[in-house]
């Protein structure tokens, strides 16, 4: 700093350890509970020696959350959202930056007027959607007298309701997450950025408006790209509130979801040391991603957010 | 805005904007209008017939004390979200800001909370705090001379999901604060320095005004997570209870509207939520204006 303050100094790095001790508590306490036999586990305090059960505790809750199944559920539905999102923000971005049509305003102010809506505050309506995305369409077809046309056409009768259920499948776990007004709204500030005289060399070299993003734009995107693969990873991995609606078989749920069978309730083992073991096993895979592209995670975070 | 050079296409533009479009009236418009739409009518359970009823639901809503006893839950639990992950996360960016060396190790070991799942900070907690096996619980058992005991008390339920929320949010915070403290000129601490102004001086006077940005930004994505991202941990550990002590507005949507079937009364709750999420995101932006004209 600017000035020499040795005791200013200690007290900061005191406290900085103290800190990172109070927020790493948590899961340094999980882990040396992961590790002990459940004896040890429900002595009062925990002793805070590490046992020789790790492997057998993970192996237990692996098997009896059937965490297999789950995680990788949760791995498709992350995977799912941040790819579906990141695209069809990206082409919409695109489609509304570099073009000039009639629609473009009104097509940009419906996308934005969603930010920050969280399914959260329309769950009932967006689950009964889910269960039957094609309910909409149905006083249509009524009205254009469909089934006596299609009866009429091929002389049976014939009574087709629209029906599609999202319900226990990933397309609903994944569809309904997928448009995000801030990741459009991301894209479209970094294509305002990008310098004019890029777009007016390629058309001037004959470039299609798809070679443009092809060769142009995506490459300029990758960071901004890697930084929203991080976030929304998170992000789809530890939604909870949609997973918990439209899933109601167990071979589709989420693993964030399926660990609450694993907490011991009143009545039975207080089996802590299998139920931590398995939410250290479940928070693992999105607390990598987060941890190996660190760089572009803090970036995507501060920038998303401006 | 748009480019000065652009491109110019009949189908192309809307193709692209298709997919986005169509997403976004599946599952924003539409749904947000039969939830109006809903909130205005009184059904049975099996939603079989209903009867337009105008502002009933609002007006059962607001008259009851179930409700306005989770509104009072919801603003107690978001406040002391808010003020407690953002002192820790201010606290610990600030030290960890004059740790010059140590910044880049101390961040990774502070990030890495922001990926653990809200239900999985819940779990973790309500182990810490448990009141047979919790370490956390013993010490305060200890300590403080109370019965601890987050299953039958509202107000120790209360705690133990304010500090599992809390926790879970002061990486997020700290990654804003350090962004913050870093962009602040080094030249105007060394001038304060120089005019012989302590550092906590200088960090009242000049930092902390300087922060205010940030500072205002974060308290809206506190309130904002803590208001509905924080379902999760409810629904792990207390499920609104003991006796709706924790029974937040969000998971009284979710309470009423798929475990009580009132679905007139939930959509309603639902409208009110959005309004309130409207009304924020309209304050932020207007904030985020003056934010600009104030850098120049």
């Known amino acids: 700093m600017v000035e020499k303050t040795p005791l200013l100094d200690l007290f900061t790095y005191l406290f900085l350890i103290l800190g990172i001790f109070i927020v790493g508590f948590p899961i340094i306490y999980s882990l040396i509970a992961a590790t002990l036999p459940l004896e040890e586990v429900s002595k009062v305090p925990m002793p805070l020696v590490p046992g020789n059960q790790f492997m057998v505790n993970m192996t237990e809750a692996w098997t009896r959350g059937d965490l297999a199944t789950q995680i990788f559920n949760s791995i498709v539905m992350a995977t799912g959202i941040t790819v579906g999102k990141i695209t069809v923000s990206m082409i919409g971005a695109f ?39 094609l309910g909409p369409l149905q006083p249509v077809w009524e009205y254009l007298h469909m089934n006596d046309f299609l009866s009429w056409f091929s002389g049976h009768d014939i009574d087709i309701s629209l029906n599609w259920s999202l319900l226990d499948s990933y397309t609903g776990l994944t569809l309904p997450l997928i448009a995000s007004a801030t990741c459009t ?30 060769k142009i734009l995506f490459p300029l995107s990758k960071t901004n790209i890697a930084a929203l693969v991080v976030i929304e990873f998170v992000y789809g991995y530890n939604q909870y509130l949609w997973p918990l609606l439209v899933t109601t078989n167990p071979k589709m749920t ?8 694993l907490i011991p309730m009143a009545d039975d083992l207080p089996e802590w040391n299998v139920a931590l073991g398995g939410a250290l096993l479940v928070m693992l895979p999105p607390v990598l991603v987060v941890l190996l592209m660190q760089r572009w995670f803090v970036k995507g975070l501060i920038e998303k957010e401006k | 805005m748009i480019k000065r050079a652009f491109f110019k296409s009949k189908f192309l533009p809307y193709l ?72 820790f996360g201010l606290f610990i960016a600030t030290m960890a800001n004059r740790a010059l060396q140590a910044t880049a190790v101390v961040r990774t070991m502070l990030i890495w909370p922001y990926a653990v799942a809200p239900a999985i900070s819940g779990i973790m907690w309500l ?63 060394e001038a304060a320095a120089m005019d012989g102004a302590s550092p906590f001086r200088r960090f009242v ?11 205002f930004f974060l308290s809206v994505m506190n309130i904002i997570y803590s208001f509905f991202e924080t379902f999760g941990i409810i629904h792990t550990i207390t499920q609104g209870g003991p006796g709706g002590a924790t029974n937040i507005l969000v998971y009284k949507v979710y309470q009423d509207g798929f475990v009580g079937l009132n679905l007139g009364s939930s959509a309603a709750q639902s409208v009110v939520l959005m309004s309130l999420i409207i009304l924020i995101t309209a304050l932020q932006f207007k904030f985020v204006e003056k934010k600009v004209q104030y850098t120049g």
Not at chain 1, 190 to 213: H, I, N, Q, R, Y
Not at chain 2, 32 to 52: E, H, M, N, V, W
């Open chain 1, 95 to 133: 489609s509304i930056v570099y073009f000039d049509y009639r629609f473009r305003a009104v097509a940009f102010a419906s996308v934005f007027c969603t930010l920050m809506l969280p399914v959260e505050v329309r769950i009932l309506p967006t689950y009964e959607m889910a269960a039957n995305v």
């Open chain 1, 185 to 214: 709204f991301l894209f479209r500030q970094f294509f305002l950025t990008v310098p004019e005289e890029l777009c007016e060399a390629a058309k001037m070299d004959g470039a299609s408006p798809m070679t443009f993003f092809r």
């Open chain 1, 254 to 261: 989420t693993a964030v979801i399926g660990l609450q069978n």
């Open chain 2, 16 to 87: 692209l904007i298709l997919p986005q479009i169509v997403i976004t009236l599946t599952f924003f418009y539409w749904p947000a209008l039969q939830g109006i739409i809903q909130s205005t009518l009184l059904s049975d359970p099996f939603g079989r017939q209903s009867k337009f009823v105008w502002f009933y639901n609002y007006i059962a809503l607001f008259t009851d004390p179930l409700y306005l006893k989770s509104i009072f839950t919801t603003l107690v639990f978001s406040l002391a979200v808010a003020a407690v992950s953002l002192f």
């Open chain 2, 127 to 189: 182990f810490l705090l448990h009141p047979s096996y919790g370490v956390v619980a013993l010490g305060i058992k200890k300590w403080f001379g109370v019965n601890w005991n987050p299953v039958l008390n509202g107000t120790d339920a209360m705690v133990m999901i304010i500090m599992a929320s809390a926790w879970k949010q002061i990486s997020y915070n700290f990654v804003f604060f350090m962004a913050g403290l870093q962009a602040i000129p080094k030249s105007l601490i």
């Open chain 2, 205 to 215: 006077t000049i930092t902390l005004p300087l922060l205010s940005p940030t500072f």
